[in-house]
């Protein structure tokens, strides 16, 4: 009898505006996918570095 490979629940951080961020991170929008929405858009911190060379960093806010 074999055993099926215990998956671990992934969690990610959801913050009302960057403030909420690392020093090195800001907020950008995400949609994902709730038990009654397909679509729900909120702020997720990401990486300074992933915006290009880009000079101004967004400042998204609920």
Same mark, same amino acid.
């Given at each position: 009898?074999? +055993?099926?490979? /215990?998956?671990?629940?992934?969690?990610?951080?959801? $913050?009302? &505006?960057?403030?909420?961020? =690392?020093?090195?991170?800001?907020?950008?929008? +995400?949609?994902? /996918?709730?038990?009654?929405?397909?679509?729900?858009? $909120?702020? &997720?911190?990401?990486?300074? =570095?992933?915006l290009?060379?880009?000079?101004?960093?967004?400042?998204?806010?609920?």
């Amino acid at each position: 009898m074999s +055993k099926a490979p /215990r998956v671990l629940p992934l969690y990610d951080r959801f $913050v009302r &505006n960057s403030r909420y961020c =690392d020093a090195n991170k800001y907020a950008e929008w +995400k949609s994902i /996918r709730t038990p009654d929405n397909r679509s729900c858009r $909120v702020l &997720n911190c990401q990486n300074i =570095d992933s915006l290009d060379g880009n000079f101004i960093i967004p400042d998204n806010s609920l």
